[in-house]
Every structure is written in C-alpha cells, then in structure tokens.
C-alpha cells in the first residue's frame, strides 16, 4: 500500500513539483552515484525546508522513501493521514522515544531506503547551517552497516532560481569511525565527518 500511494502522488503531482521546484540534480561522481538506488541505504541531508522531502521524492524517482518526520507534521489530520500512507517514520522529538530507530532499521534489513534530516529541526534565521547533526542519524548508520547516500539542497522552492541538489559518492558509517575512540567518541565523531560531508557538497553548488 505504500508503494501504491508513493507511485501515486509522484505520478500525481509531477506536473506540480516540475513548475515549483524545476529540480537541477548534480552529481559527485554520476559514475558511483546516480539518481537510482540499488539495495538498502540512508540518504542523509541538510534541511532547509518542509519541502525537502517532496523534492526527493522525485529526485529518487524509482523508490519508495521512508523519510523519518518530525511529530509536529503529523498533528494536522490530512497530511498526518498522507504522511502515514507515504510510509513516514514519525519521530517524536520530545517524548525520548527512539522506536523511530527501530522503524528505520526494520525498513533496512527489508532492503528499503530511509531517509534522515540529521539537523532534526529547521535552521532558525542566523543560525549556522547546517545545524549540529544529532547522533541518533550516526548511530542508525552504524548498527545498519548500510550505504549512506549524502545529500545537499539549496533550498531554492517556489522561486525564479531553480532548486538545485548535490549527490554525493556513498560513504559507510564504519569507515568514519577511529578505533581508538569508544562508542559515545564514534557516534560524535561519525556525526561530524558527514556533517562536513554535507558542507563539502554545499560548496560544490557554491563553484
């Protein structure tokens, strides 16, 4: 079912999305990373907008998204409902739950793709973008093994300049780490390198 509602409103709703965001996609390295997904991995990315995530819809045009959400979208009922249909991973950002990681992981092992806006909230106006990434989205990365697929956006919706995303080469989570660190110095250290990962990528929009 939520394959079938996915399909739908990206077939829906093409025609909107082409003349509001009018999405330029590039590429790292197009060769190791294009557009299309095979196996099970986490698309990581900056967040500048709750439009984010309806841009990657059809940036990823062949897969289904399991993006994690924040609770605040789910208090409105229709789009609370479009949310769940679409296959939304709430995250309740104050009740300390983390079932959200447990969501996340059985969609992975299902050889799905989640994807996590590791800022967990949007930038306020002069904040440093993009924000500290929470640990919650390196610690999904490490205890799934799968790729991580880093994402930039400029955010650009609804206006004469064209949206522009970035797709970075895929990196794994282990590879980030240092042996000598324990598993609270990983988790931060992993959250910091794809961080900067993200900012490398902003700038490859800024050349």
Not at 132 to 150: C, D, N, Q, R, T
Not at 177 to 202: C, F, H, M, P
Request: hydrophobic share 45%; aromatic share 12%.
């Amino acid at each position: 079912m939520i394959t079938f509602w996915n399909w739908f409103v990206k077939i829906t709703a093409w025609p909107v999305q082409f003349f509001c965001f009018r999405t330029k996609v590039k590429y790292e390295d197009k060769s190791v990373q294009g557009r299309r997904i095979k196996g099970p991995a986490i698309i990581m990315s900056n967040h500048t907008s709750v439009f984010d995530y309806a841009v990657y819809l059809f940036v990823f045009w062949s897969r289904t998204l399991r993006f994690q959400m924040a609770e605040i979208l789910y208090t409105r009922p229709m789009l609370g409902r479009l949310l769940r249909h679409l296959g939304g991973i709430k995250v309740d950002r104050d009740a300390h739950d983390f079932g959200f990681i447990d969501r996340s992981l059985t969609v992975l092992d299902k050889g799905g793709i989640v994807g996590v806006f590791p800022e967990s909230r949007l930038p306020l106006p002069g904040e440093e973008r993009p924000l500290e990434f929470k640990i919650s989205a390196a610690y999904l990365a490490l205890m799934s093994g799968v790729k991580i697929i880093p994402v930039y956006t400029n955010g650009s919706y609804f206006q004469k300049k064209r949206a522009r995303v970035v797709i970075g080469k895929p990196l794994y989570a282990a590879d980030l780490t240092d042996e000598g660190a324990d598993d609270n110095q990983n988790l931060l250290l992993v959250s910091a390198r794809l961080r900067e990962k993200i900012i490398e990528l902003g700038k490859m929009l800024d050349e």
